[in-house]
């Protein structure tokens, strides 16, 4: 499907953001942005963490970034799509 800058209405390219400097980051084929909603923050006591694990405390959501961007303008749009799995 074709998507279109609302800025400029020119066709979007399809691509993805990453991070240089980090392991794999500019070889890598597959690179992933993952945008988190931060759940319940662990107490830092052990028992009280304990209880909240028992008590199905709200963990974190994340999900995969597919970005766009506008060949004429610049315009950069990122759409959180399918939830994953990440760990801080």
Known sequence: METRCYRCGATMQPGHATALGLMGG??????????????EPTSPNLIEAFQQGLADAKTADAFLLEGHRCPSCGLVELVATEKTAWEP
């Open 26 to 39: 500019s070889g890598c084929g597959q690179a992933k942005l993952v945008f988190v909603v931060p759940g």
